[in-house]
């Protein structure tokens, strides 16, 4: 029996392509940038923020993580309820960011390889397609505009599938 490795072991340019998709999506409702300046206690910074606030006057920072639901660190949690590998992952992307960007609101997003994701995830999505519609004044546009997340979505999981795969095969004798 083998498990899905953890998500340092997929391409990361391909988790670049999902980011790319997530300022595509928000760059229709805000200005987006590539953060500088701004870092977390180990020096890594956040995958992206906003230009303009997000919500109470701040601007909005998020880090993309996509643990392995089958990985060796979540198993337990993830065979009990589904969803869990995204919420633990999302808890430890909040103590790692907590207090180094006072100035903006910290958003992990964080997806499991086979698709689920944490609460605030989701909500974040909703809201992003809900912003769309109404500055488009359009309400199919929030249907569309969750559909494209999904479809890159889906997209991205299926290559994180496939390349956790091919791992393990090569690594079983």
């Known amino acids: 029996m083998y498990f899905l490795r ?17 300022r595509t999506a928000l760059s229709s409702i805000c200005n987006v940038q590539e953060p500088s300046g701004i870092a977390a206690h180990d020096g890594k910074r956040p995958d992206g923020c906003t ?10 920072a998020w880090d993309v ?6 990985a060796e660190r979540y ?5 009990k309820e589904s969803g869990l590998a995204g919420t633990r992952a999302s808890d430890e992307k909040i103590k790692k960011y ?4 006072p100035s903006m609101e910290f958003l992990p997003i964080c997806i499991e390889v086979l698709g ?19 500055r488009s004044g359009d309400s199919r546009e929030y249907f569309s505009a969750m559909n494209n997340i999904w479809c ?7 290559v994180c599938v496939l390349e956790n795969v091919e791992l393990n095969a090569d690594g079983v004798e």
Request: glycine residues 8%.
């Open 152 to 158: 890159i979505l889906q997209r991205f999981l299926r």
């Open 98 to 101: 907590d207090g180094a960007l």
């Open 65 to 70: 993580t996509v643990p392995g639901t089958f």
């Open 75 to 79: 198993v337990q949690l993830t065979s």
């Open 116 to 134: 689920p994701m944490d609460r605030n995830t989701s909500g974040f999505f909703n809201r992003i397609c809900k912003n769309i519609s109404i």
């Open 6 to 22: 953890t998500s340092k072991h997929i391409d990361p340019s391909k988790l670049g392509e999902f980011d790319g998709a997530l």
């Open 51 to 60: 230009l303009i606030p997000w919500r109470a006057g701040r601007c909005l």
